[in-house]
């Protein structure tokens, strides 16, 4: 048991276990505001993070205006955020660049995976 | 020719059954057989079921099912504000909520389409019964369960809808008043009722994963999951809708008003449009019939079944070596210990009551120990060659 533990995998179980109940705890921390000596803590992560960012920086870095027409798509659909809070229409953004991103990906994996994918029958050998 | 091919051969929906494989070749053609998700059909409303369970993980630890109790060091005094804080504040808030709400909505798609194809292609008769039959009650508790996700939210729409489900329930015969009781955990709207409506939502939607364990009884190996690449793109559909179509709340919820009209979402909603158009006696009378003929469709469209004439294993020719037990589809063969003498552990018998005389564990014996009495082995072996060579 005790190998198991010292062992890489054991190791990084007892890690990925030790940040779930941490971020768990911490979650309710932040959120019942006992903040105490600590900020608010997620707060503070999504702003070090740059995710409290408009949705225009992330899409003029790609085309010039292109953010700015997302945006006024996403107002005109009702979208709005707390401006006091750590929320954003960037969160569209990410989403809309997940989503075509995981398009891409979906679609290069069938085509790279077609030629494994004939189909092979094998009758069985009477005997 | 066999009397089950007999009845594929004149089935009323035989010209369907075409056009839903011909779609599928044509699918095949530029995604090949292995991406095809017309192949993974049942799969399909599972994935969407994951994401509801771990988009909803998320709304549930921000959502606070009361009509007007207080938690004030975040001034969120209700589910509606609960919502509008999970929707505006809350770092990817809106997003999930939104991915909660189009996976629900493409979850009642691909059943849709899981069960159009079963019906197309023939798979829902005989000892597939108790697939459609327990489908039929899978798509009701989904139904519900989105319905009570819409009274969640506690905007007007949600008073409108909970008001039409307590007075649809309460005009039922004898359980009408428990029911409208049970409903709204009480006589009238109260802090309660949320409770219940958040209760049943998370509770029924535990429930489907029972349900599902039944609907895969007799299946030996039922496609659980869809290849990566098709997940991909099932996600990707869903989060482009999150962008496109963004989700909002109406006005919060207010007891002594009564909202007239409301937007519909027609994958969950349907039914009480149908209440808004008809008396509530009708609308029982439709929903209660039609489903009961949904239901009784293996029966109705094809009144008298086949005799199925069951595979017979040759007792002295059995090895045990469970390639028949393997291939069977419908768990219709069970090893059990050889008798004292043999030289082998094991001998493979038939359970008539599941056999569909299908004939995969006669292709599937390589000592020629399973026969169908009508279609010995060496029949079966040149038919199936011949399909192969058919195809080229």
Not at chain 2, 280 to 302: E, Q, S
């Amino acid at each position: 048991m005790i190998k198991y533990i010292l062992s890489p995998k054991g190791i990084i179980l007892l890690a990925f276990a030790a940040v779930i109940v941490s971020v768990s705890v911490l979650m309710a921390w932040s959120e019942l505001g006992f903040t105490g000596t600590l900020p608010d803590w997620l707060t503070d992560l999504t702003t070090r993070l740059g995710l409290y960012k408009p949705i225009s920086d992330f899409f003029n870095s790609l085309t010039p205006g292109m953010g700015g027409d997302l945006t006024k798509f996403l107002q005109e659909k009702g979208v709005s955020v707390n401006p006091k809070s750590t929320a954003s229409l960037g969160d569209y953004g990410y989403i809309l660049f997940m989503g075509l991103a995981l398009t891409v990906a979906g679609i290069g994996i069938m085509v790279i995976g077609k030629e494994d994918a004939e189909e092979k029958t094998v009758l069985p050998v009477k005997k | 020719m066999t009397p089950v091919q007999k009845i594929v051969d004149n089935h009323p929906l035989k010209p369907l059954n075409g056009l839903t494989l011909a779609i599928e070749n044509a699918t095949n053609a530029f995604m090949t057989s292995k991406y095809n998700p017309f192949y993974y059909h049942g799969a399909l409303p599972q994935y969407y079921l994951w994401v509801l369970y771990l988009s909803g993980l998320l709304l549930f630890a921000y959502y606070i099912p009361t009509i007007d109790n207080a938690y004030n060091s975040r001034n969120l005094t209700n589910a509606w504000t609960s919502v509008d804080y999970i929707t505006k504040s809350l770092p990817f808030g809106g997003v999930i909520r939104g991915i909660h709400r189009y996976a629900g909505d493409a979850m009642v798609i691909t059943i849709l389409l899981h069960a159009l194809r079963v019906w197309f292609t023939d798979r829902y008769r005989q000892y597939r019964w108790l697939q459609w039959v327990s489908g039929i009650v899978l798509a009701i508790f989904v139904l519900f369960i989105g319905q009570t996700g819409y009274y969640l939210v506690w905007d007007d729409r949600s008073l409108v809808l909970t008001r039409m489900t307590a007075g649809a329930f309460e005009a039922l015969p004898l359980i009408g008043p428990g029911l409208k009781a049970w409903f709204l955990n009480g006589d009238q709207v109260t802090n309660l009722t949320l409770s219940n409506f958040l209760f049943i939502h998370i509770g029924l939607s535990f429930f489907l994963l029972f349900g599902l364990w039944v609907h895969y009884l007799r299946m030996t190996r039922p496609v659980l999951t869809p290849p990566p690449a098709v997940n991909y793109i099932l996600t990707a559909f869903v989060l482009i809708c999150v962008f496109a179509f963004p989700i909002n709340s109406g006005l919060m919820a207010d007891l002594n008003k009564q909202p007239t009209t409301f937007d519909i979402d027609w994958f969950f909603l349907w039914p009480y449009a149908m209440l808004s158009q008809m008396p509530v006696t009708a609308y029982w009378a439709v929903m209660l019939i039609g489903t009961g003929l949904i239901t009784a469709v293996p029966w109705l469209m094809i009144p008298k079944q086949p005799e199925i004439e069951t595979a017979e294993v040759v007792l002295n020719k059995c090895t045990g070596c469970s390639l028949c037990y393997k291939d069977c589809p419908y768990q219709a063969i069970e090893m059990v210990p050889a008798p004292a003498g043999s030289r082998f552990k094991l001998l493979a018998t038939v359970k008539d009551f599941r056999c569909s005389g299908c004939g995969v564990c006669v292709g599937a014996c390589a000592f020629d120990a399973i026969d169908l009495p009508d279609l010995p082995d060496a029949e079966v072996t040149s038919k199936i060659k011949a399909l192969l060579e058919a195809k080229g």
